[in-house]
């Protein structure tokens, strides 16, 4: 499965990149492809390509804050807060493959 993600905590700093750390190596040890971009204190990291965002199958958003979503119309979406993603990072993505059924 491909995926892609956006990681954004309410100070952009600490969960955002622990969010994204965690999401990363649950993909990778669950067999699944990932690419997840932050929003953050120095604006965004690693952006989502359209053709990143076209090839996905699903999209992971791991926010606190609003982020414009626009962009992932169309796929199927998890929206959840950081904190999920930290303490459960191989559940989300779990969760995400039975959703469509992947």
Do not use: N, W
Not at 40 to 59: F, N, Q, S, W
């Amino acid at each position: 499965m491909k995926l892609v993600g956006v990681c954004a905590c309410t100070s952009g700093i600490a969960h955002t990149y622990m969010a994204k750390e965690k999401l990363v190596k649950a993909a990778e040890a669950l067999g699944h492809e990932i690419h997840v971009e932050t929003q953050g204190t120095i604006g965004v990291e690693d952006p989502l390509t359209p053709e990143e965002i076209a090839e996905a199958d699903a999209v992971i958003l791991a926010v606190d804050i609003k982020v414009e979503k626009g962009r992932f119309e169309g796929k199927p979406t998890l929206e959840i807060p950081t904190s999920l993603v930290v303490k459960a990072p191989k559940q989300v993505i779990q969760k995400v493959a039975e959703s469509i059924g992947k």
